[in-house]
C-alpha cells in the first residue's frame, strides 16, 4: 500500500510501521516544544535525531517523511541519540508518554527504527559539526 502526502510533492511511498492510523491533531512544532520542556535532552541528541532522519531516508529511499509519520519518527530518533549520546536519559516508558504512544509501541518502534539503521548511531564529528553549524548557527 502507498500513500500521497502534500509534503511529499506527490511521491509514493510506503506504508512504514512509523504511519499513524489516523492524523495527529498535534503539530510539529508543539510537539517538538513538549520534547524540549519535558524529556531534558541535550541540544546535541537534537542535532543527532534530524541526522539519523537524514540518513534513514537517503538509505531508504521509498521512506519518505510525512504528515502520518513524523511524529512517531521524530519520537524514535530523539529517544535513541539521548540514549546513544547523553549520560542521562528518560525511560521508554516516560518517553511513550511525551510522544503520546504506548510504551509498547515505542518498543516495537525502537527496534524497527535501530534495524533500518543497522544498528548504527555513530556519527563522525565532520557530519556531526556540518549540521551543528547549519541548524544551530545557520548558513
Known sequence: MCIRDR???????????FNARKLPKIGIHDYLLRFLVSADCSVESYILALIYIDRLTTSHETFLVSSMNVHRLLLVSIMSAAKFFDDKFYSNEMFSR????????????????????????????????????RVVIGD
Open 7 to 17: 509534503y511529499s510533492g506527490g511521491v509514493e511511498s510506503k506504508l512504514t510501521t
Open 98 to 133: 511525551i510522544g503520546g504512544i504506548s510504551n509498547k509501541e515505542l518498543n516495537f518502534l525502537e527496534l524497527e527504527f535501530l534495524s533500518l539503521m543497522k544498528f548504527n548511531l555513530h556519527v563522525t564529528t565532520e557530519v556531526f559539526l556540518n549540521y551543528y553549524t
